[in-house]
């Protein structure tokens, strides 16, 4: 498997990644309840279907939550110098993950035991919430850590592109025609003018040149700024292009139009952008 196809289908990967692993500790979870029941009395003081019931409303409830988890990540990334504050948010982030995920798992097992004519009990509310969240604090932190960690290896494969700048290297400054690029403990140089398009990505700009993708720390509108009296105009409040890359442009009856690349990539065009694009092609 290379980086390109696992960019392409990273989505797919991803969800498919964490469905297996849910069902299957559900399932373990489920199975060793009715195990034990089983090993200490002989029998269970629950029908078998319970712990089902029980494991699999709360893997249910957790998928549910991986977009807000995501949504939290990227609003407010982890800043090493501003640690404490990062630590509130993310201690206040845990409390509304568990509360959510303790309506959900309620609600859908009250469905399920009304379908088996019988009747849940969530018990002390008080109590059951601070027992539930300290189980849901950890698997609040282990998503979490996985996300930075899957970024983290992500990024080392594909690469982390830096402006190269007369100054000190801050985007706020003058910045040549090279893109230093970091890439598995190495270093080398690539050329601006052979970026194609850049694409917003949470905190960060993909760069996309001749089939790779670079991530750079920025916000879209800021790198462009920088970079559009090298030929660079944005298209999209997601997409931006290089107009040497631009192949031909086709408009929409909604007044929108699709830009495609000399590469094949087909990107749209907001209205909103498409009379900043025809001045910048003049």
Same mark, same amino acid.
């Given at each position: ?12 990967? /991803?969800?498919? !990644?964490?469905?297996? #692993? ?10 060793? /309840? ?49 640690? /404490? ?24 097992? /009250?469905? !399920? ?51 190269? #700048? ?33 694409? =917003? ?55 929108? =139009? ?25």
């Amino acid at each position: 498997m290379n980086i390109e196809h696992l960019e392409k289908y990273q989505r797919w990967y /991803k969800w498919s !990644i964490i469905t297996a #692993a849910l069902v299957t500790i559900a399932t373990i979870n489920a199975t060793t /309840k009715i195990m034990d029941g089983l090993r200490t009395s002989g029998q269970t003081p629950f029908a078998n279907w319970e712990p089902f019931a029980w494991e699999f409303t709360s893997a249910i409830g957790i998928l549910i939550l991986i977009p807000f988890l995501l949504w939290l990540v990227n609003r407010w990334p982890v800043v090493w110098g501003q640690i /404490k504050t990062s630590l509130l948010i993310y201690l206040f982030g845990s409390l509304v993950f568990s509360f959510i995920h303790i309506m959900v798992m309620v609600v859908l097992r /009250k469905l !399920i035991y009304t379908a088996n004519s019988s009747s849940y009990d969530f018990g002390n509310v008080a109590f059951e919430f601070f027992y539930e969240y300290r189980k849901d604090l950890w698997a609040y932190i282990l998503i979490i850590g996985m996300i930075h960690t899957y970024r983290f290896v992500l990024s080392r494969l594909r690469g982390e592109a830096k402006m190269i #700048a007369d100054g000190e290297g801050e985007l706020e400054t003058p910045i040549s025609d090279r893109i230093l690029v970091k890439k598995l403990g190495k270093e080398f140089i690539v050329k601006l003018s052979d970026v194609e398009w850049l694409e =917003a990505s949470g905190n960060y700009v993909n760069l996309h040149v001749k089939g790779r993708i670079y991530p750079t720390r920025s916000t879209l509108a800021a790198l462009v700024n920088n970079i559009s009296d090298q030929g660079f105009c944005r298209i999209h409040r997601s997409f931006a292009v290089n107009l040497d890359a631009v192949e031909s442009i086709t408009p929409s009856p909604s007044g929108d =139009a699709e830009v495609q690349l000399l590469s094949g990539k087909v990107l749209n065009l907001s209205r909103r952008y498409k009379e900043q694009l025809k001045a910048n092609l003049h």
